[in-house]
């Protein structure tokens, strides 16, 4: 069985670009989530989607945005892009029935010029 | 809103030898569950034991096990006979019940760990 799947693996962008992360959650996982990984400041919460609505997000500006499709993959899009938001972008995906197991993917390293 | 604390950035062992992680987290929960990951080089975050809050008794997972300490909220992870594949950051984590408005995982920095030959 697959695990959770992100595209594309690295990301070179410029500041004011806009940036769009991709990722697969494992099949029957309703629940997606996404983190942020910048260098010393360990995994920060960005966005939770399960059914295809929003169900939180973390303390990140709004050009930080997402949604999921009716499929359950999830886009992650930042609009533009500053420096800071380079990073090492996680996705991770859970079942119903079993919401506080997440599986993780191997990530999206962002790097902004 | 929930806070984990790993107070060693960095830890070695040597190989087959006993290495012990410390991690604290405050929350005014009752009914949490707590978490160690390990991310490899590979990026990938990787589960390594779970505990629900209401257990009283210690997960263990063949060479990893955790000293759980509900009152003075301590989920310290104990790696037995460490492997080079060990080598790692952990981190430790705190999920108190997922539900829309909560956040889910809340993560403590990491300890890098090294397995030396």
């Known amino acids: 069985e697959a695990g959770v799947t992100q595209s594309p693996t690295h990301l070179i962008k410029t500041r004011g670009q806009q940036a769009t992360l991709r990722c697969s959650p494992i099949s029957g996982h309703t629940s997606v989530y996404w983190y942020q990984q910048a260098l010393g400041l360990g995994l920060q919460f960005l966005l939770w989607?399960?059914?295809?609505?929003?169900?939180n997000r973390g303390n990140f500006p709004p050009r930080f945005s997402g949604r999921q499709f009716p499929n359950y993959s999830s886009e992650l899009n930042v609009n533009a892009l500053e420096l800071e938001d380079s990073a090492l972008y996680l996705c991770?995906?859970?079942?119903?029935?079993?919401?506080?197991?997440?599986?993780f993917g191997s990530g999206t390293q962002l790097s902004v010029l | 809103a929930q806070t984990v604390t790993q107070s060693q950035p960095e830890m070695s062992v040597q190989e087959a030898e006993t290495v012990t992680l410390s991690c604290t987290y405050d929350?005014?929960?009752?009914?949490?569950?707590l978490f160690w990951y390990k991310q490899p080089p590979s990026r990938q975050m990787i589960l390594v034991i779970r505990q629900e809050a209401y257990k009283q008794q210690n997960a263990t997972e063949n060479r990893f096990s955790v000293n759980f300490q509900k009152a003075a909220k301590s989920f310290s992870l104990k790696i037995s006979d460490s492997q080079l594949g060990d080598t790692a950051m952990y981190f430790c984590?705190?999920?108190?019940?997922?539900?829309?408005?909560?956040?889910?995982?809340?993560f403590g920095k990491g300890t890098r760990l090294s397995v030396i030959a």
């Open positions: 984590a705190f999920m108190k019940h997922l539900a829309p408005g909560n956040t889910p995982l809340v």
């Open positions: 991770a995906s859970s079942a119903r029935d079993a919401l506080e197991k997440l599986f």
């Open positions: 929350t005014s929960e009752n009914n949490y569950y």
């Open positions: 989607y399960d059914e295809g609505e929003e169900r």
